[in-house]
């Protein structure tokens, strides 16, 4: 009998231990993951609740880690006041969430106050012994671990998944053993207390747990909560595990164990008193989300009401040659752009298309480094490397190496001496510094029949992909310009978040140049009318890269351009010279500039982008509200005001319904990824946002915290989202979604892709269908379909 209870109990201990694993891994996968600096890439801030409504999201992660999601009342009844939204659509908002609209209305007008509710919370411990005795022992708690991550993440990450004693977990236990601090700060005994705890994070965080005596039921908000105070951390070690797609906490385990370890030391260790002197923290309320989704629904219906308003009737496409075609890239800045280009004269022609340019380039530097030149929920299929020759120990390598790593990075001009200070008077002054532009300077040179090291069976194929996603067939200009996109601008740790997101956080210049070559080349031309792609002979490819920061395109490898096309090449060059300067005029208003001379604005905005002292070089993609998937004559010729994704789509061109299947599963969630992180980074800056730039200190090429310390920041800096006087620029909607397609071909989507679908029916997106033969649209509801 003996035998057996002790058999019961081993199993019931492994049982249990199993659960708090199953448990950890389900709180780890409420975290986004975070990309570094280098490959900066938008992340949904709230990509492990979309399984979730919005509204349910925004009563979590409130309840949880005090973010809020959604704005406030203020937010709307400037918006109300500003005519943004008016009574139609908040009737139309009120109706569909059968809400009583007299009472929104008094809301509005402040003659009834906003619902309030109760939150949920379950405090840290640390937490419930700060409003106890009027200490600060949870910032204490995560500055210990935040200081430790800053220190030992950067440098030894990658040996975890070699060396299972050096992860996080253990290297801290041995430092945290002898480290004094929190016993100088006054916990007694905190030394032996790491001492005793298991080797093994899973092993500790079972012990603590038990005793702690945490409720089952309040486990996984507890441990949540936990991690939500070292979110930029968490979000750090959880993209690799993102990224490979794997459902476990990974080195998240470790993180976790040691700030239970902090917050378990102060429930066991402090001495508890009564409190005499300091008040109680009142319960926590929350303005009601279901008023304020309500609210968010009527102010972007009064948006699309405008939005929609604009789009042109369908007319049937134009059977002359254009002079030449340009693929842009979808971003929002390319709109602005296109339209000012394609003013230039008729023959003019702009397509919309992701600006990877469907190369899934892995692009490796002779240092052995490669990235991503594709989204990151895309594999990238051709492996090419730069001929890129740099001298062992050059300048370039030593100032990488310094920056990077997270103590030197601190000491960095010191150790350069006086000849880095030379270098910061001549940026000072603007003499030394000219905008960088990336990869235009890698001497990638292509042979003259394409060779791209690529074989000619998958450039092909490759080809074939391009045009078939382009909807380019049998109608081609004698130029075809493919425009990838990057920004420019000095002292930005995040200068990578102004490229381009369908590159992974890099400039397109490299897919552009690859994909023209692989276009050129005679022996995939030859082969493209078996394949259904009828392009003339005096048809050119031309790469380019749009900087959006000046609006100045440039135009690569004009060495290949055959002579037969310099009169056309001549002429391109005008047209985008003077689009260029055109679309500068309509930014200058948005950055202050609207009174100056077209000359002087030109000169301002070069200068804004090798300024290392100027917080806004651009706007990036702020005020982001739109993805329209159409041909373009629906939009050709109307001001989106720059917030509009354009995706050039026919859908008489996608017989099998592919095209549409790779939009709305690719760039459409890229896009919204975008369009999350910049309403995540406006309505709560302080936990899904990185504060100002003024504060920002690098740790190594992982990213930012401010001043000397604490949680590594996500998403975006306030100078991106706010102006200077301290209002809101970008305006936090969601993406309205538009595509020109009949609805059947939608729902298959829908119903074939959770990840589509669960954007469209949690309210994430708002999905509209346009009728191709009419202005015809329909909002899909969650829950009932088209309407």
């Not at 600006?355 to 490796?364: N, T």
């Amino acid at each position: 009998m003996l035998k057996l209870y002790e058999t019961d109990v081993q199993t019931i201990a492994y049982l249990e231990g199993q659960r708090v694993l199953d448990e950890v891994a389900e709180v780890c996968r409420w975290l986004p993951p975070l990309w570094d600096l280098e490959n900066y890439v938008a992340v949904n801030p709230f990509l492990g609740f979309s399984g979730r409504s919005l509204e349910a999201a925004a009563i979590a992660i409130g309840d949880g880690i005090d973010a809020e999601v959604l704005p406030g009342l203020a937010f709307y009844r400037e918006r109300w006041q500003a005519g943004a939204f008016g009574p139609m659509e908040l009737a139309q908002a009120a109706r569909r969430a059968a809400y009583d609209l007299q009472e929104l209305l008094a809301i509005l007008e402040g003659t009834m106050p906003m619902p309030l509710r109760p939150r949920a919370q379950v405090l840290t411990f640390a937490e419930r012994y700060d409003q106890a005795h009027g200490t600060r022992w949870h910032a204490r708690a995560i500055r210990h671990t935040t200081l430790w991550c800053s220190v030992y993440i950067p440098q030894d990450g990658p040996q975890w998944a070699k060396q299972p004693s050096k992860s996080l977990y253990a290297a801290w236990r041995e430092a945290a053993m002898m480290d004094r601090s929190l016993e100088l700060a006054g916990m007694p005994g905190w030394c032996e207390w790491v001492r005793q705890l298991p080797t093994l994070p899973e092993a500790a965080l079972e012990l603590m747990l038990g005793k702690l005596q945490v409720a089952p039921t309040e486990r996984t908000s507890y441990l949540y909560r936990l991690l939500g105070g070292v979110f930029g951390w968490a979000s750090s070690l959880r993209r690799d595990v993102w990224a490979a797609g794997d459902h476990e906490p990974g080195p998240l385990l470790d993180l976790l164990a040691m700030r239970m370890a902090t917050d378990a030391a102060v429930a066991l260790l402090l001495p508890h008193q009564k409190r005499t002197t300091v008040p109680l923290r009142q319960p926590a309320r929350a303005e009601d989300e279901t008023v304020r989704m309500i609210l968010q629904e009527a102010l972007e219906d009064g948006y699309t009401r405008q939005l929609l308003g604009k789009l042109k009737a369908p007319t049937p496409t134009p059977m002359e040659r254009p002079a030449v075609q340009a693929a842009f890239c979808i971003d929002v800045r390319s709109e602005i752009l296109r339209r000012h280009f394609e003013a230039q004269s008729p023959a003019v022609e702009t397509l919309g298309f992701a600006g990877f340019f469907a190369v899934f380039l892995d692009w490796q530097t002779n240092g052995g480094q490669s990235s991503a030149r594709c989204p990151v929920l895309l594999q990238p299929g051709v492996k090419i490397a730069a001929n890129e020759v740099i001298p062992l120990w050059s300048a370039q390598q030593v100032t990488k190496k310094l920056t990077a790593s997270p103590g030197a990075a601190f000491t960095f001009v010191e150790t350069l001496g006086i000849a880095y200070a030379l270098g910061l008077v001549g940026d000072a002054l603007g003499a030394l510094t000219s905008p960088r532009h990336s990869e235009e300077h890698v001497p990638f040179l292509l042979a003259p029949e394409g060779s791209t090291g690529v074989t000619l069976e998958n450039r092909i194929a490759i080809a074939a992909l391009i045009l078939k996603n382009m909807g380019l067939r049998e109608r081609y200009g004698r130029l075809v310009l493919l425009a990838g996109h990057e920004g420019c601008s000095e002292n930005n740790p995040h200068q990578a978040g102004l490229d381009c997101g369908a590159c992974g956080g890099h400039g397109g210049a490299i897919n552009a140049r690859i994909a023209a070559a692989v276009l050129n080349d005679p022996g995939v031309r030859a082969a493209l009318p078996s394949r259904g792609f009828q392009v003339p002979t005096d048809t050119h490819f031309l790469p380019g890269v749009h900087d959006t920061s000046t609006d100045e395109v440039r135009l690569l490898d004009l060495a290949h351009v055959p002579a037969t096309h310099q009169a056309d090449l001549a002429q391109l060059q005008q047209w985008l010279k003077a689009a260029g300067a055109r679309t500068r005029a309509e930014r200058a208003e948005s950055l202050g500039l609207e009174t100056r001379k077209q000359r002087l604005i030109d000169r301002l905005l070069r200068k804004r982008a090798r300024d290392w002292s100027e917080a806004r070089p651009e706007w990036a993609l702020a005020r982001n509200a739109a993805f329209i998937v159409a041909r373009r004559s629906r939009t050709r010729g109307v001001s989106l005001e720059g917030r509009s994704f354009l995706h050039e789509y026919d859908w008489t061109t996608d017989p099998d319904n592919s095209i549409l299947t790779l939009i709305l599963t690719a760039p459409m969630i890229v896009a919204s990824w975008i369009n999350l992180q910049y309403f995540g980074s406006t309505v709560n800056n302080d936990v899904f946002g990185c504060g100002t730039k003024t504060l920002h200190n690098r740790i190594g090429t992982l990213g930012v915290v401010l001043g000397n310390g604490g949680d590594l920041r996500t998403g975006l800096a306030l100078q991106s989202v706010q102006d200077a006087d301290g209002r809101w620029y970008h305006e936090p909607l969601r993406l309205q979604v538009v595509v020109e397609a009949p609805r059947e071909r939608i729902e298959a989507i829908l119903a074939a892709h959770q990840n589509v679908r669960e954007l469209v029916e949690h309210g994430w997106i708002r999905l509209f269908v346009l009728d191709p033969d009419s202005n015809a649209t329909a909002r899909w509801l969650p829950g009932q379909g088209w309407a």
